[in-house]
């Protein structure tokens, strides 16, 4: 585990490695931390002497900064000759100590995933390769896997690499490179012949870098490399720019966070980390109000919600949307409703429903109240909505650029449904 400037990402991914559902006696932690300009290196501490002792072993190196740069780093997120030189050389002190202490297996992990299936690593040995990757989600199209690679060895996308993201294909695939969290079977005596060392590759003259170099030096050993996706195992941050700061970094952490939720419960994080965790101020978005409507049989969805909310740092209404469920008659008349006569749903040709009723009637409740305390502009969020990355910056973008413009404006549609026809 190599670890630098992650302390935001450190609760999740320690609390996630504590929760994985393997004898920790069996697991020895090889962790080394240097050029920190955040809490790393106490966040690291910290978690070692509470729960290290419950691993088989610990090798650790946390080096205090300054220096906060390796020489000719112009930034965090800097990747100079200086930078893959000592990657290189940390990820293949860890492969030798693996060797030399006889060990089954190697697991090189990011520190920035979130492995959140706990049986993920009984899994990946149950394959039987000698390298095995779980595939890993982003809040975009990046993995933790390459489909195709350049006669350069750099990375150029195919036809196959979207189904296997998607999961419209599933199993374990045959892939040129994978990384971020990768399992060595150190068994195997063709894995004698893996390094990262390009000196150590026969017929290498790719780049300086450890993940092209260790693909190269499988391809070289006839190691096949294989991303699996037969479940959904875990997430990985989308790496920084070259100019970006760590502040993007932890924009882009509420991303996954919030893209985490749209099918999965909230990323874990233990008591002992818990402090280091940061939720924003909650606001209303530069609006009078942020409205969420949610029906009370799914509070499922108003859980969700409420966590986006807080990790999205958005104050909003909670609204008890009307339950066509519960329309009767006799309640649409008590609500002096009625249907116009031949009046059709646009998309499906049919008249309303009693749940479509219930919807309308939910929203029009919403503009009485809109109406009744005389709020200029508000936000309408239903509780089925997926948050786009870096919404809240969207958001405060399209309300700058409406005033900028002097635009005369009632209805802005921050997303919808996309549907044929409609």
């Keep these: 585990i190599l670890i630098r400037n992650k302390a935001h990402t450190l609760p999740y991914f320690f609390t996630c490695l504590e929760k994985l559902n393997y004898p920790k006696d069996r697991i020895s932690l090889w962790i080394r931390s240097d050029h920190n300009q955040d809490s790393s290196g106490e966040i690291i501490n910290i978690w070692l002497s509470e ?5 088989h072993s610990i090798d650790s190196v946390i080096k205090t900064s300054p220096p906060f740069f390796l020489p000719d780093e112009q930034g ?13 050389k940390l990820r293949e002190e860890a492969l030798i100590t693996a ?7 190697i697991w090189f992990l ?20 000698t390298i095995t990757s779980p595939m890993l989600k982003s809040d975009g199209l990046y993995s933790n896997f390459w489909c195709g690679m ?24 045959n892939v040129p490179m994978v990384h971020s969290s990768v399992l060595v079977d150190l068994r195997t005596q063709s894995s004698d012949k893996l390094s990262f060392l390009p000196s150590k590759v026969e017929g290498y003259s790719g780049p300086r870098d450890d ?48 893209e985490v939720m749209v099918e999965n419960p909230p990323l874990p994080v233990s008591d002992l980390l818990s402090a280091w965790t940061f939720k924003p101020t909650p606001d209303t978005l530069g609006v009078d109000a942020v409205f969420m409507i949610n029906l009370l049989r799914r509070p499922e969805r108003r859980k969700r919600m409420l966590d986006c909310f807080a990790e999205l740092g958005v104050d909003a209404i909670i609204v008890d949307a009307v339950d066509g469920k519960l329309l009767n008659d006799d309640a649409l008349e008590e609500l002096g409703v009625t249907l116009m006569p031949g009046y059709k749903d646009p998309y499906h040709k049919r008249p ?6 219930g919807c309308f009637l939910s929203h029009y409740n919403v503009w009485k109240e809109v109406v009744q305390q005389d709020l200029q502009t508000v936000i309408l969020l239903e509780d089925d ?18 005033s900028d413009l002097n635009l005369a404006w009632d209805l802005i549609y921050l997303g919808r449904k996309k549907l044929l026809d409609a």
Excluded at 76 to 88: F, G, L, N, T, V
Excluded at 99 to 104: G, I, K, M, P, T
Excluded at 114 to 129: A, E, Q, Y
Excluded at 352 to 357: L, T
Aim: hydrophobic content about 40%.
């Design 150 to 173: 350049t006669d350069e060895y750099y990375y150029t996308r195919t036809d196959d690499y979207e189904p296997i993201l998607s999961r419209k294909r599933t199993g374990c695939f």
């Design 352 to 357: 309303m429903k009693r749940g479509e009723i």
């Design 51 to 55: 729960r290290g002792r419950s691993y």
């Design 385 to 402: 909505v997926k948050f786009e990355p870096f919404f809240r910056q969207k958001v405060e973008a399209i309300l700058q650029e409406v």
């Design 211 to 258: 993940i092209i170099t260790f693909a190269f030096a499988a391809k070289l050993s006839g190691i096949p490399m294989f991303v699996c996706n037969d479940q959904i195992y875990g997430y990985v941050m989308v790496p920084l720019e070259k100019d970006d700061d760590l502040s993007y970094d932890i924009l882009q952490l509420t991303n996954l966070k919030v």
């Design 76 to 88: 965090p997120a800097h990747w100079p000759h200086s930078r893959q030189s000592h990657i290189i």
């Design 110 to 129: 990011d520190s920035d995933v979130f492995i959140t299936n706990m049986n993920t690593l009984t899994m990946l040995i149950s394959k039987g390769h």
């Design 99 to 105: 060797r030399l202490a006889w060990a089954d297996y």
